[in-house]
């Protein structure tokens, strides 16, 4: 992955360093597939273990204001996408106009249209978000929607302060450590939801976001088990 100088006026405390591990960070894309990391314009503060997941990346965009974040720890991402209103001067000379990709549509977010130049014109078979929530909570909830529409297409996580964000359609078997605090969140109903490997499990139980949800569970032992019948949920593993 290329690494440049930051530009001048994006230098400073760019890294904060923290002790904490990511607690499932011991999970491992399919190596068959492309794994696109994108930084979205959410508040953001860089981390030791962050910059890792960004550095071992196959391919790194930004979604317009993302790249701010980027130029302050010198990774140049591939490709800037949105309508480009949140990027600063600065920032978007140091890109270069020839990463950048302007999709001026108000139809859709920056994220969700950097979500299908991933998908659609770069390959990705597995995405991780950066930087989606933490602002705005329209916004926020937004992006989250957004997890789970795209994982249709290919593997999707999010990052931030607090947890890895991992939507599920189906099935999905996922890292953890006991005592791992997890909460299981459904957009909109989901008809039937099965868990193992938490202290509270699900036995086929419907959730429901205005009605019934699953919130601080608790993981028994180094993974966990859910699945899902008629509809979609994400799953949120608490940092330690």
């Known amino acids: 992955m290329p690494n440049a100088q930051r ?27 492309k794994h696109v990391l994108m930084v979205a314009s959410a508040p953001w503060r860089w981390e030791e273990e962050f910059v ?18 980027l130029a302050r720890i010198g990774v140049l991402p591939a490709a800037v996408v949105g309508d480009l209103d949140s990027i600063r ?7 270069g106009e020839d990463r950048i990709v302007s999709r001026p549509s108000q139809d859709a977010t920056d ?12 390959g990705a078979g ?18 989250l929607s957004l997890l789970v529409r795209w994982s249709a297409r290919g593997e999707v996580d999010g990052w931030d302060a607090a ?27 989901t008809e039937k939801v099965w868990t193992e490997g938490l202290q509270w499990p ?29 509809g979609a949920l994400l799953v949120f593993l608490l940092r330690s």
């Open 89 to 95: 001067p600065s920032v978007r000379r140091w890109v």
């Open 202 to 230: 699900l036995a086929g139980e419907a959730l429901e976001l205005a009605v019934r949800t699953s919130v601080h569970n608790v993981a028994t032992g180094e993974a966990f088990e859910v699945r899902v019948a008629g």
């Open 52 to 69: 890792a997941l960004v550095r071992r990346a196959d391919e790194v965009l930004a979604a317009d204001g993302g790249a701010n974040h």
């Open 111 to 122: 994220l969700d249209k950097t979500l299908a130049f991933a998908f659609d014109e770069r």
């Open 7 to 33: 530009p001048a006026a994006c230098r400073g405390h760019a890294l904060e360093s923290n002790t904490r591990l990511f607690a499932s960070i011991r999970f491992v894309y399919d190596s068959r597939v």
């Open 126 to 143: 597995a995405v991780t978000v950066l930087a989606a929530t933490g602002g705005r909570p329209d916004h926020a909830l937004e992006n």
């Open 163 to 189: 947890a890895r964000i991992v939507p599920v359609r189906d099935r999905a078997r996922l890292a953890t450590t006991a005592g791992q605090v997890v909460s299981l969140l459904p957009l909109g109903r």
